[in-house]
């Protein structure tokens, strides 16, 4: 029985180091620890840390992970992944949240935990798409890319900054 580690985070600019500490402190060793950069959107089978973890796992391993949801984002991708590790005889382990899926309650709680966790990212999305809504009736317009000048109508580009025509007059 080997004890493997999953780490994931979205972006390149935020830390996995909580959690490979985590992982570490529960005994895994940092050369078992299997890490994905890369956004939640994206199901467990696309991920290439994800896609190594499943293909090396075997039966009697246990996978650690510091929270449940780093195993997906939503209640689907979650399940699916603890599917795929139950069907190979893989345990599962989460440090933070105290959820052993090999419990009747405990797959209660990852059932509750995921719902809430994707409630939550609905609401983001109805929020961002209301902040959308509320920029395009007040006349401004994006790029539609990450760092990509927002522009009302009547801003006029100066030395690669928008500048509003009335804050000259």
Do not use: H
Not at 148 to 163: K, L, T
């Amino acid at each position: 029985m080997r004890l493997l580690g999953y780490t994931r985070v979205s972006t390149a600019s935020q830390d996995a180091q909580l959690q490979l500490d985590a992982l570490v402190d529960s005994g895994v060793q940092k050369r078992d620890v299997f890490a994905d950069v890369t956004s939640g959107s994206r199901s467990a089978i696309e991920r290439p840390g994800m896609k190594r973890l499943l293909d090396y796992v075997e039966s009697g391993d246990t996978v650690v992970v510091w929270r449940i949801d780093r195993l997906g984002r939503s209640l689907i991708d979650v399940l699916n992944t603890l599917n795929l590790l139950r069907d190979k005889g893989v345990k599962i382990r989460s440090l933070s949240d105290g959820i052993d899926p090999e419990t009747t309650s405990g797959r209660l709680m990852l059932g509750m935990l995921a719902t809430l966790a994707e409630y939550e990212r609905e609401l983001i999305t109805e929020r961002v798409n209301a902040g959308i809504a509320a920029a395009k009736q007040s006349g401004t317009r994006c790029q539609g890319t990450a760092g990509s000048p927002c522009v009302r109508s009547g801003d006029v580009p100066v030395g690669g900054q928008f500048i509003s025509l009335s804050a000259v007059s």
